[in-house]
């Protein structure tokens, strides 16, 4: 469960009653979008239902029986979620805001480059800074996914920006292979892999340019400094790091 100060109150209003849910704000979102997956008990501050959240008062059961069929909070809150109206203050919606928006600055930096200086990532204040220029609101309703291309147009006229992916072949000595492979593979997307006849290990990669240094990062600690790699620009041609 969450806590009370982290929830929203959504409400439904039916057959002459009214009916309140804590709910976490993102969650309540893709609960309503049809989206949500999860476990709710994770996501509500409070496993009941009630006529006024705010001093804890509860409908009648007969209430409930009648607009849902049951009295179980667990079947009945997803539904007012999704039939009602999700209640955020003013300070709610800042926090919001706030969260998505450094989701978003998070999201840009992982996958964007900058073409203009050799594909190198761009840094998360870097786009903050940019962003902030551009003028661009980050809407606390919409999820962060929704709000990249928009963001990105904004972007293009302030910074050199665009998404892109990388490929690196990495080898593991191997002392290092057994342990460092497991986490080398769950970077991104393993291409292909082959054991060397020395036990070495070597991986393809894929994954978004903009965490290119985060990898060698990781490269160089499953391997204790003694990782090999290099960037596959294409099928014939190779660009050693």
Do not use: C
């Amino acid at each position: 469960m969450i806590s009370l100060e982290d929830a929203v109150t959504a409400r439904l209003e039916s057959h002459g009653e009214r009916f309140e849910v804590l709910v976490d704000p993102d969650a309540a979102l893709a609960i309503k979008r049809g989206e949500f997956e999860g476990d709710l008990e994770d996501v509500i501050a409070a496993e009941d239902v009630f006529e006024n959240a705010s001093r804890g008062d509860r409908p009648a059961e007969t209430a409930l029986e009648e607009v849902f069929g049951t009295t179980e909070p667990l079947e009945i809150i997803p539904e007012v979620i999704e039939r009602g109206e999700i209640q955020i203050t003013a300070d709610q919606r800042r926090e919001m805001q706030e969260r998505k928006r450094k989701n978003l600055i998070n999201t840009i930096a992982r996958n964007a480059v900058n073409p203009q200086m050799d594909d190198s990532p761009h840094p998360p204040e870097r786009i903050d800074r940019a962003l902030e220029e551009a003028g661009f609101t980050v809407d606390p309703m919409e999820p962060v996914e929704n709000q990249v291309d928009d963001a990105l147009e904004a972007l293009r006229p302030v910074i050199p920006i665009r998404f892109e992916e990388i490929t690196v072949a990495v080898q593991l000595p191997p002392e290092h292979a057994g342990s460092g492979q497991a986490k080398i593979r769950e970077f991104g997307d393993l291409e292909r892999e082959e054991w060397q006849n020395d036990g070495s290990w070597v991986g393809v990669v894929t994954f978004p340019a903009g965490l290119q240094n985060d990898f060698y990062d990781l490269a160089n600690e499953v391997s204790s400094g003694e990782a090999e790699t290099q960037v596959i620009k294409d099928k014939d041609e190779l660009s050693t790091r």
